[in-house]
Structure formats: structure tokens, C-alpha cells
């Protein structure tokens, strides 16, 4: 079982930078690998970025590539995301999630995780 925690969201105008943590229970963390969600308001739930269970494979969105970077340290069981340049089409609420095991043709889709956070609200002003 793995809980997960995510903070850091809040108000930032355009141009700006946030980081998302994400803070896990379980000794297991660094079994797993970990992505990032987002979902606007009225919208569906879209893939933002994954990281798998060691940290040497990372992937993006297009929507995002070059703007936000994930990161994990599992002695702290912990993921991170920064994002940077941040745009208004950014606002959402932003899960973590993770899964025993996720794959190129898998990481996008949200029922390959196993386990989510509650969420944390991300608004950008125009």
C-alpha cells in the first residue's frame, strides 16, 4: 500500500515557476514508478510527466517538454515537479500517482496507476 501527498500548488502569474512534491508512505517507493496528472475544470484527466523507479528514464507531455521537469529521491521518498514558464493553460489540479510497473504505450493512461494523491490546486494568472 502507498499513500501519496502532494503540496506546493497555489497562484503564480504567467512566466513563473512552482514545484510540486510528492510525498509517499511505504518503504517500497523505489519499486515504483511514478507520473504526474493534471485535470482542468471540465475536463478529462491528462498525462504530464512520468519518471520510472530509478530516475534514469524520464517522459513529457508535448504540452509541457522543456518547460516542466520531474524528478524523484526515493532516500526520501519523494517526487518532484518543477514547473517553470508556466502558462494559464496550466491551471489544473495536479495528482501524483504510482504504479508497479508502467511502459511507453501505458504511462499516459491513469488506470495504469495503482495508487493517487488527493491533488493540488495549480492557477496561473493571465
Known amino acids: 500500500q502507498v499513500q501519496l501527498v502532494e503540496s506546493g500548488g497555489g497562484l503564480v502569474q504567467a512566466g513563473g515557476s512552482l514545484r510540486l512534491s510528492c510525498a509517499a508512505s511505504g518503504r517500497t517507493f523505489s519499486s515504483y514508478d511514478m507520473g504526474w496528472f493534471r485535470q482542468a475544470l471540465g475536463k478529462e484527466r491528462e498525462f504530464v510527466a512520468a519518471?520510472?523507479?530509478?530516475?534514469?528514464?524520464?517522459y513529457y507531455a508535448d504540452s509541457v517538454k522543456g518547460r516542466f521537469t520531474i524528478s524523484r529521491g526515493n532516500a526520501k521518498n519523494t517526487v518532484y515537479l518543477q514547473m517553470n514558464s508556466l502558462k494559464f493553460e496550466d491551471t489544473a489540479v495536479y495528482y501524483c500517482?504510482?504504479?508497479?510497473?508502467?511502459?511507453?504505450?501505458?504511462?499516459?493512461?491513469?488506470?495504469?496507476?495503482?495508487?493517487w494523491g488527493q491533488g493540488t490546486q495549480v492557477t496561473v494568472s493571465s
Open positions: 519518471i520510472n523507479w530509478s530516475g534514469g528514464s524520464t
Open positions: 500517482a504510482a504504479a508497479v510497473e508502467i511502459t511507453r504505450a501505458t504511462m499516459k493512461r491513469p488506470g495504469s496507476y495503482d495508487y
